[in-house]
């Protein structure tokens, strides 16, 4: 039950980061360059709390933590 509730935070943290990224490229429209706006989606915490969500999602539907302990 605690991976499936660890699986829906990542998932909805996931959507919103990824989300608000995909917001930022409307910078270009109001006449910044590419390289502007590159340069602020890589300085802001969305794209690293979207990557780290990523990485535990992959963890948990690929199972590379186990459930339970073998020695128990």
Not at 6 to 16: A, D, H, R, S
Request: glycine share 8%; charged share 5%.
């Amino acid at each position: 039950m605690f991976r499936f509730i660890l699986f829906l935070f990542n998932y909805g943290i996931c959507v919103m980061s990824f989300g608000n990224l995909l917001l930022y490229l409307n910078y270009r429209t109001l006449g910044y360059s590419w390289s502007a706006v590159w340069a602020f989606i890589l300085g802001t915490y969305e794209l690293y709390l979207g990557i780290g969500s990523l990485i535990v999602l992959f963890i948990l539907i690929f199972d590379l933590i186990p459930s339970r302990s073998p020695f128990c």
